[in-house]
């Protein structure tokens, strides 16, 4: 069992930035970690994934340019940099995990999930 936690969210202003964080219970190994969002009455949205042994990472056309994955391996602890924020980036933030490359996209594909931190951006 992994348990995910996130923070960093908070109310910015347009154009401003955050660091989000997750930190994972047990060593990551060989998996894959992202980052989803879930703006009110939508669908859980894909925004960026790590694969935790390499540093490969995915990112969604919609924060590409704006937003960055990172890991740090000694702090078990993923990282979402997202800067130039804008009031479509509202939502919440979820940190999730799997075991498998494939369906990186699908929220429902992964293993495990936190319970979410929230960004709300003012326009």
Known sequence: QVQLVESGGGLVQAGGSLRLSCVASARTGSTYLAWFRQAPGKEHEFVAAIKWSTGSTWTADSV????????????????????????????????????????????????????????????
């Open 64 to 123: 590409k340019g704006r937003s960055t994955i990172s890991r740090d391996n000694a702090r078990n602890t993923m990282y979402l940099q997202m800067n130039s924020l804008k009031a479509e980036d509202t939502a919440v933030y979820y940190c999730a995990l799997k075991r498998y490359s494939s369906n990186l996209y699908s929220w429902g594909s992964y293993d495990y999930w936190g319970q979410g931190t929230q960004v709300t951006v003012s326009s």
